[in-house]
């Protein structure tokens, strides 16, 4: 089949553009492109086969591929929990094409979405760890174990290719049936919505609070969405860096939205907005004390945006931080001085909202078959899997392309398929 591999040498069969500036001369030299790989399997008993229909790239799948990481992370634990090369890819919309003799609870010719953790039961480990028994999967104490290399979810492992393929293989608890009357633009966002939903219904702002939406990509999107929809007393302010971002962010509910730059200017407008009194520092930047913002969520997760959030928030107040980044030195003195708290927000699991418990992805099919939720429209742009080059100059340029939410179409059409 064909696929996207990231970690090896180019494909000689590949035929690829020559560079024309700085962008592509660094897309060339990427350990990134199209190959002709084994297809996918059952790669245990109770796995199924499905066949890719739109396959999003993740933030982080993009940092990674256009090597945002390359630099200053060399001491990051989670390079334990990951292998390479891989066929990135962990959201996806896809059709299932072929039953392992065990798979239960889906069936061929079924649409699905996928809950990407390579968790005890995906990997074939008994008993389950305490938290895959507690349905936190994301927690799960087994990313290293069994037969499959080790690796935090699919896409991100060399023995379980992820979804930038042709094919793509999974455990049949990994999957969610997606209902008729769903659209595949929609039930690709199921795992970005399922990021910022976690964030938000595990951390909530108090009714009639203020909070602070942290960056515009697909996660904080998805969050001001959430908040508008599922807590409508809240006042929402955007930090947006495109102008695509910009105006998504007002559609989607903000009640104001602010530019990430000058970082002073930004920390201004949103004492201003917020009510907070700001106290300037001998050098850097000003803190409100008091300060009126209740949470920030935020999906950038840089030193340069937690010194704005922990400048701003109150007193007691929560930063709630979905990003990945690489690392670097902040100014945290506010932390302890505000008593704030700082909380690492993870993918996904099972969650508590509205007085019922079920996955976040079910979560999210019931809310877009109620009509509560439309995120539709963040679906930008669309790729197959040979132009690749062309979805990677999309992403590191959106403030000329005005991408959102980038996808590939690893099987074109597929017939008989939303």
């Not at 256009?66 to 996806?92: K, R, T």
């Not at 730059?261 to 907005?273: F, I």
């Amino acid at each position: 089949m064909k696929a996207l591999l990231f970690g090896a040498k180019p494909d000689p069969a590949e035929a690829r553009p020559v560079p024309s500036d700085e962008l592509e001369a660094k897309l060339a030299a990427l350990p990134f492109g199209l190959h002709e790989i084994d297809d996918a399997h059952p790669i245990h008993p109770d796995w199924v086969v499905t066949r890719p229909i739109l396959s999003g790239v993740c933030g982080s799948d993009a940092k990674l591929v256009l090597g945002d990481f390359h630099d200053g992370d060399i001491d990051n634990p989670m390079a334990a929990f990951s292998s390479l090369p891989h066929v990135p890819g962990h959201e996806v919309v896809a059709e299932v094409v072929a039953l392992g003799p065990d798979a239960r609870n889906v069936e061929v010719g079924q649409r699905v979405v996928l809950n990407p953790w390579l968790s005890c039961a995906p990997r074939g480990i008994q008993p389950l760890c305490p938290p895959c028994r507690a349905g936190d999967l994301n927690m799960c104490w087994s990313f290293t174990k069994g037969d499959i290399s080790a690796g935090v979810h699919i896409g991100v492992v060399t023995g379980a290719p992820g979804a930038w393929a042709e094919l793509l293989a999974t455990h049949c608890s990994m999957l969610f049936p997606v209902p008729d009357e769903i659209s595949d633009e929609a039930a690709v966002l199921s795992d970005p919505f399922s990021v910022s939903f976690h964030s938000i219904v595990r951390n909530p702002p108090p009714p009639n609070g203020k909070v602070v939406v942290f960056g515009a990509g697909a996660l904080g999107l998805a969050s001001v969405a959430i908040l508008r929809t599922l807590y409508p007393g809240v006042e929402i302010a955007v930090v947006a860096r495109f102008p695509a971002q910009v105006a998504k962010a007002r559609e989607f509910g903000a009640s104001v939205v602010f530019a990430h730059e000058p970082r002073l200017g930004l920390v201004e407008s949103l004492a201003e907005w917020s009510g907070g009194v700001l106290h300037p520092a001998l050098d850097g930047l000003p803190m409100a004390h008091p300060g009126h913002i209740d949470v920030v969520y935020d999906s950038v997760a840089k030193p340069e945006t937690f010194e704005v959030d922990v400048r701003v928030l109150a007193e007691r107040g929560r930063l709630v931080f979905t990003g990945v980044a690489v690392p670097g030195r902040w100014e945290w003195t506010p932390v302890y001085f505000k008593e704030l708290t700082i909380v690492g927000s993870n993918a996904f699991a099972m969650e508590e909202f509205e007085g019922v418990r079920r996955h976040a992805i079910e979560h999210y099919l019931g809310l877009v078959r109620d009509g509560r939720i439309d995120l539709t429209t963040m679906v930008t742009h669309r790729y197959p899997l040979e132009d690749w080059w062309g979805a990677l100059k999309t992403l590191a340029r959106p403030e000329e392309s005005g991408v959102l939410k980038a996808t590939f179409t690893p099987n074109g059409v597929v017939a008989g398929v939303h």
